[in-house]
């Protein structure tokens, strides 16, 4: 699925984030110390190289909501944007933090002038956010940014699953055209 609001592609995809040649920055669900660890966090620092994580130790810790930006070493992008989202249930407010996260990383990329940028549905799967209301938070982010865009003409969301794909799709279809 894809659609354009304003200078933007928005799309939606089933596969898998580390193999996104056509993007320049990939976002990665990262863990406050900016570790490898499981889910998209793991993938992407097999895929990145060892490089990756001794570049992020002087970068870590960052707090629920935050981005930061590193080479991307091995993968086939330019650049990774890490962001810390909230664990459901823990860190509050969840909606407002996992927000930022995507306001954050759309912040740094337009400061280093980078046009594409691929997400995951962040703090979905180990952290516990519900799909659902994840996915309307993200895109009430990026949506509520697009005006401000000058540098991303294409946002990119890799799911890791057709369910999850078939949520954002319903939810970016429903929002886009409210």
């Known amino acids: 699925m894809e659609i354009e609001k304003g200078s933007v592609r928005l799309e939606c995809l089933e596969g898998d984030i580390t193999r996104q040649g056509?993007?320049?920055a990939?976002?990665?669900?990262?863990?406050?110390?900016l570790r490898s660890g499981g889910g998209v966090a793991g993938a992407i620092h097999r895929a990145a190289g060892p490089e990756l994580e001794k570049v992020c130790r002087p970068l870590s810790p960052i707090?629920?909501?935050e981005a930061v930006i590193t080479p991307a070493f091995n993968l086939p992008n330019r650049y990774v944007i890490h962001c810390l989202g909230p664990v459901y249930g823990v860190d509050k407010p969840e909606g407002g933090i996992?927000?930022?996260c995507?306001?954050?990383?759309?912040?740094?990329?337009?400061?280093?002038?980078?046009?594409?940028?691929a997400f995951p549905a962040i703090s979905t799967g180990i952290f516990g956010f519900p799909m659902e209301k994840a996915a309307?938070?993200?895109?009430?982010?990026?949506?509520?940014?697009v005006p401000e865009l000058l540098s991303v003409t294409?946002?990119?969301?890799?799911?890791?699953n057709k369910e999850s794909l078939e949520v954002h799709e319903s939810v970016l279809a429903e929002m886009a055209n409210s």
């Open 22 to 24: 056509d993007i320049d």
């Open 26 to 33: 990939v976002v990665n669900a990262a863990n406050a110390y």
């Open 63 to 65: 707090k629920p909501g």
């Open 98 to 100: 996992l927000f930022r």
């Open 102 to 117: 995507y306001s954050n990383a759309l912040k740094l990329a337009e400061k280093h002038r980078i046009s594409s940028v």
């Open 136 to 145: 309307r938070v993200a895109f009430a982010a990026i949506l509520s940014m």
């Open 154 to 160: 294409s946002i990119r969301f890799v799911l890791y």
